[in-house]
């Protein structure tokens, strides 16, 4: 396992703050940077509003951090996961299968 952890990535948090005018602002805030392996599961293409949109789902495996979130990304480059569950592999706190979905062309720039 541990060689096929060979992607650096960031697990981002959603950090709410406000501005002068006393509005919620929404950034991101950067809590582990780790090894990861990635690997696609499926891919999607779907129409809307009259436009096509891609969507892929994704499994990235990690070794075990705690305090992890559904609602946090992975950030690998400039692709963002969107974390949608979070697998304690075999129950033993090693590794984390996080299952993300990928919208195509969304960065988080």
């Not at 396992?1 to 929404?26: A, F, N």
């Not at 950034?27 to 293409?45: F, R």
């Not at 499994?59 to 996961?81: A, C, D, M, N």
Request: proline share 3%; with cysteine.
């Amino acid at each position: 396992m541990i060689g096929k952890l060979r992607h650096q990535v960031e697990i981002l948090k959603p950090v709410i703050s406000k501005d002068t005018l006393g509005q919620e602002i929404e950034s991101w805030e950067v809590q582990h940077s780790v090894w990861a392996s990635i690997e696609p599961l499926s891919g999607k293409e779907y129409f809307s509003a009259k436009q096509v949109n891609s969507e892929a789902t994704i499994k990235i495996t990690i070794r075990y951090v705690e305090s992890l979130l559904p609602h946090w990304v992975v950030q690998f480059g400039h692709r963002i996961f969107n974390i949608e569950a979070i697998i304690n592999f075999e129950e033993r706190n090693k590794y984390l299968q996080l299952l993300c979905s990928e919208k195509v062309g969304e960065t988080n720039d």
